[in-house]
């Protein structure tokens, strides 16, 4: 990430995915959606992206609708295109399609006055690697502890 106000991250995915590279995209909103983000009420727990004939798309990203958007309001589920050059889109499309990678949204944050999604190029994990970085992050705020119970 580039830089900016964190709005929300995708925990999960960090969890579940090792995170090869990620990319900064833009992302297509209506005004409600962005009043809404503005508020926090956005959740991208179980969302996924798409590639669908040259454009990518993150689908399962929910923005609840905006209180006072009355009309303008639109589906909090609906599919919103993502905006990135042709070639990198036909670069991760090939990678998805051929090496088995995911695309994961892992946060969304704005930079300057408009908001950007961190979307990264993921591998799914195993239950024994999952295991493995629970003992790892176990281990190391043990010793954190111990480190600092003995500088006291």
Same mark, same amino acid.
Do not use: W
């Given at each position: 990430?580039?830089?900016?106000?964190?709005?929300?991250?995708?925990?999960?995915?960090?969890?579940?995915?090792?995170?090869?590279?990620?990319?900064?995209?833009?992302?297509e909103?209506?005004?409600?959606?962005?009043?809404?983000?503005?508020?926090?009420?956005?959740n991208?727990?179980?969302?996924?992206?798409?590639?669908?004939?040259?454009?990518i798309?993150?689908?399962?990203?929910?923005?609840?609708?905006?209180?006072?958007?009355?009309?303008?309001?639109?589906?909090?589920?609906?599919?919103? !295109?993502l905006?990135?050059? $042709?070639? *990198?889109?036909?670069?991760?499309f &090939?990678?998805?399609?051929? +090496?088995?990678?995911t695309? #994961?949204?892992?946060?969304?944050y704005f !930079?300057?006055?408009?908001? $950007?999604? *961190?979307?990264?190029?993921?591998? &799914?994990?195993?239950?024994y +690697?999952?295991?493995?970085? #629970?003992?790892?992050?176990?281990?190391?705020?043990?010793?954190?502890?111990?480190?600092?119970?003995r500088?006291?």
């Open positions: 990430m580039a830089g900016g106000k964190i709005i929300t991250l995708n925990r999960k995915a960090r969890h579940d995915y090792f995170v090869e590279e990620t990319f900064e995209t833009g992302i909103l209506v005004g409600t959606e962005v009043k809404s983000i503005r508020q926090g009420t956005v991208l727990k179980d969302s996924f992206c798409t590639i669908d004939q040259g454009q798309y993150v689908e399962g990203m929910h923005v609840s609708p905006y209180e006072k958007g009355n009309i303008f309001n639109r589906d909090p589920m609906r599919r919103r !295109k905006l990135m050059h $042709k070639r *990198e889109i036909l670069r991760l &090939g990678l998805v399609r051929q +090496d088995g990678y695309l #994961i949204p892992l946060s969304l !930079k300057g006055a408009h908001i $950007k999604l *961190e979307l990264g190029l993921c591998k &799914g994990k195993k239950l +690697d999952k295991r493995a970085d #629970i003992a790892r992050r176990d281990a190391k705020r043990d010793m954190d502890r111990a480190m600092k119970q500088i006291q």
